[in-house]
């Protein structure tokens, strides 16, 4: 049931005639109701310009005195629309005029941001400020009438108040920093011993597929899961693949071909020749067992090649789990019955929703609990949806409870689609609503990575802090707000920790891994439906893929992007000169797979981005000078690595002063570091490993106390490295691989435990990777004799 009424029947037949006209966008369940939601980011938006015009008027930009002025007063009519904006928020749902509202509100907090980042950047020369003494004057003005009139436009839609202050709030983030344990599997005992049987039941002497199918959300990955680490199969060769919605046989089976040589064999460039490795390697196995998880490609030929594909090798069984949402797919790709996937009873729902929510300390379980499975009807038999409430209502008070039993977002099914899929999402929702500001932001934004993709940890938390996601806090850094997020974020459900092998994808440290639930990530798209849709006046994240042509021609609103993903797809690669320069507001460029890159006009158009804080580029191979980067002065993260042919770095690196992350990883051409470096004393990761020729580190080192990861495998002049170290208190990872003889005389084992005696009184250290077995028998012996947190598999990564 809900307090709310239902929507007015020309407005439900609008949303349903539009929801049939866009039904194919971005492959989104209703597209319409993506409509309704897309204003529930501007929270977080108004919340991180309140902050930039905070930073302004407190002196980080140059201003004259009637400037600070004005901008106090922006800041003011912010804080006054802010408290507003909630209610409106919740009533652009239902309400068209709410939503236009909060649109036209979020789309001038954008446009104030930038604004303020174009005057702090022309502020920094002598020429720019008095152009801007000019001209800032007169933009103050038309925003000041622009903000007038959506403050007017608000008060004259008379929209009575709405009594919510006791709305279920998310916890504090920073209160939930522990490491997440995934929850047991709950209700499925029947259907993994079902699986199993038809797994082990099969006497075909062809290869086994036994497909599972069923609905978004219903478990069928978690199943998968559960029969991939059964006891059983301990001693198979195992794969997990990840097929999505673009079927590429090529990639399919160059990844088992990966996993099942256990090592990061070189793409086969065609299905001819990866069939017959696949033969040798099945041949060699005697049982395997390969999981493709979300199958969608139907068409029978391409799935009767991948049947061939995976035909078994002489004395080999094979085993193949297929999961689906198809019926289809999944009678077409069976060798044996089909498995649907039933969904699970409101009662198993119930049982995840109790220990999700912590229900068994409560002392107030009588009154919660018929609430509760009230709750527990609405997610439909879905695991995903009841983890996700579970968590809203942990530690909740009973009211709380049932504010979110008779939630309005609940019609949300009613007038898009009665489906299950849209009920999930609708509960999904509920947990997005209740979020914090700056972390509704932060989960939105993974809505610019395709679905199926693998997030690293370490350039996320950096992508939030180059977009201003983080909350203002005077006790935890943005680094550490940033794994706080994380943390919150893989609680929910709505991130999840990926099978993907990290050291495939960075050989030279260690990453964290994850990956969106499809609905979760449906959900990241229906939020940003705006912000993310290229064709529209309000693009402000992009995935981009076509660099042949000028960016203008593939995004409408290439001015107004914030952050831009570029990925190579063909060979050779060519760049229009406007490929990237139109984008003259981005924060955040990341860049892959455009090895080859030489054009001089390319490069200098990324070195005139004067708001660029995050530059991902590596691999570019042909590039031998960096002089493009002078102009970058805002990057808080910065990776260069594979830049085999730079001798130098350029002297003005030095003035970066918000540098938190460098990798540099091999350069292995590049000489000497500039004196300029050690000035970086906001680095927190720096990676030279594999710059084996590089002069200057220990120099550099010793001002740079805030660095957490180091790697410096392969380095060869690392002379006086042990007196340096012991002023590195913040390190927690440190790869020493290969140049441990390069520190110390072969003969100097009395040198060698020294140092290890320095690196074991650093108070944070976590992980030390070297490859010398006599170093770590000398770590062995210590840390017997330690009292402290190390052990010989925390301390070192064993060869």
């Known amino acids: 049931s809900s307090s709310s009424s239902p929507l007015p029947r020309p407005r439900r037949r609008l949303i349903q005639s539009w929801l049939r006209e866009h039904q194919h966008w971005l492959d989104l369940p209703g597209p319409a109701m993506a409509a309704a939601i897309g204003g529930m980011v501007a929270s977080g938006v108004i919340k991180v310009v309140i902050k930039q015009l905070g930073s302004a008027i407190l002196g980080k930009i140059k201003l004259h005195k009637e400037l600070t002025k004005d901008l106090e007063k922006m800041k003011m009519t912010l804080e006054s629309v802010e408290a507003a904006l909630s209610d409106a928020e919740r009533r652009s749902i239902t309400d068209n ?41 007169d933009k103050m003005k038309k925003m000041q009438e622009r903000l007038q009139k959506i403050t007017e436009d608000h008060q004259n839609y008379r929209l009575p108040p709405e009594t919510h202050s006791n709305e279920p709030q998310l916890p504090d983030i920073r209160e939930n920093a522990g490491t997440m344990v995934e929850a047991e599997i709950i209700g499925r005992a029947e259907e993994k011993l079902e699986i199993l049987a038809r797994l082990s039941g099969s006497t075909t002497e062809q290869t086994t597929f036994v497909p599972i199918w069923g609905f978004g959300g219903i478990g069928k990955s978690t199943l998968a899961r559960s029969v991939y680490n059964h006891p059983e199969f301990e001693k198979h060769s195992r794969v997990w693949i990840y097929v999505s919605q673009i079927f590429d046989l090529k990639k399919i089976g160059n990844t088992i071909i990966s996993q099942l040589s256990r090592q990061q064999s070189p793409q086969i460039p065609d299905l001819h020749s990866i069939n017959i490795r696949l033969q040798e390697l099945l041949a060699e196995k005697k049982n395997v067992l390969i999981i493709l998880d979300d199958l969608w490609e139907k068409c029978p030929s391409q799935l009767e090649e991948l049947k061939s594909m995976l035909k078994q090798g002489k004395g080999c069984k094979v085993m193949v789990v297929v999961t689906t949402r198809d019926e289809g797919i999944a009678s077409e790709i069976g060798t044996v019955q089909p498995y649907k996937l039933p969904q699970l009873s409101d009662e198993m729902c119930w049982d995840i929703m109790r220990q999700k929510s912590k229900f068994e300390t409560r002392g107030d379980k009588e009154r919660l609990e018929p609430i509760g499975r009230d709750i527990a009807k609405k997610c439909k ?34 007038y898009t689609d009665a489906s299950s899929k849209h009920e999930v999402l609708g509960s999904l929702l509920l947990s997005y609503k209740f979020m914090p500001p700056y972390l509704k932001l932060c989960f939105a934004y993974c809505a610019i990575f395709p679905k199926g993709h693998t997030m690293i940890k370490e350039e996320l938390i950096y992508q939030w802090i180059a977009l201003g996601f983080m909350e203002p806090s005077s006790t935890s850094s943005n680094w550490q707000l940033g794994e706080s997020y994380i943390t919150q974020l893989l609680e929910m459900s709505f991130l999840q920790h990926s099978k993907a092998d990290a050291q495939k994808l960075y050989q030279d440290l260690d990453f964290t891994l994850f990956v969106m639930h499809d609905l979760v990530h449906d959900l990241a798209r229906l939020v940003m439906v705006d912000e993310f849709n290229l064709a529209g006046p309000n693009c402000r994240y992009a995935w981009h893929t076509d660099f042949l042509k000028p ?77 493009w980067i002078d102009m970058l002065q805002k990057l808080n993260y910065l990776d260069l690595r594979g830049f085999h042919n730079i001798s130098a770095l350029p002297e003005s690196i030095g003035e970066m002063e918000g540098l938190m992350y460098l990798d ?98 650093l108070p944070n250290m976590e992980h030390l990777d070297c490859l010398l077995m006599v170093i770590l028998l000398l770590v062995y012996r210590k840390v017997l004799a330690a009292s402290g947190s190390w052990s010989l598999r925390g301390a070192c990564k064993l060869p």
Request: charged share 25%; with cysteine; aromatic share 6%.
């Open 551 to 627: 960016l203008k021609s593939s995004i409408t609103s290439s001015e107004k992007l914030r952050a831009l993903h570029g990925h190579g797809s063909s060979w050779p690669y060519q760049f229009h000169r406007d490929a990237i320069s139109p984008a003259k507001y981005v924060r955040t460029l990341h860049l892959r797979h455009l090895t080859g890159v030489s054009s001089n006009e390319f490069l200098d158009s990324i070195g005139q981005l004067k708001q660029l804080k995050y530059l991902s580029a590596p691999h570019m191979d042909d590039v031998r000078d960096l002089g």
């Open 664 to 761: 540099l990883s091999r350069c292995e051409s590049l000489r000497e570091l500039p004196h300029s470096f050690a000035k970086l004393k906001e680095l927190v990761d720096l990676n030279l490993s594999y710059c084996v020729n590089v002069l200057g580190i220990t120099e550099a080192l010793a001002d740079l106390t805030k660095l957490q990861r180091l790697g410096l495998s392969a380095c060869k002049n690392l002379r006086g490295l042990p007196d340096v170290i012991i002023s590195l208190t913040e390190l927690r990872y440190l790869t020493l691989a290969d140049c441990l003889h390069h520190i110390f005389d072969r003969s100097s084992t009395d040198q060698a435990e020294r140092f290890i005696d320095r690196i074991c009184t």
């Open 381 to 414: 038999g879905v695991a995903l949806a009841a983890q996700s409430l579970g968590h809203l209502l942990k530690s909740k008070p009973c009211g709380e409870w049932d504010l979110v039993r008779n939630n309005h977002i609940w019609n949300l099914s009613a």
């Open 97 to 137: 005029a709410a939503l236009l509202w909060v649109n036209r509100l979020k789309a001038a907090m954008y446009d104030i941001s930038d604004m303020l980042d174009d005057f702090e950047s022309d502020t920094q020369s002598r020429f720019g400020a008095m152009r801007k003494k000019i001209s800032m004057p």
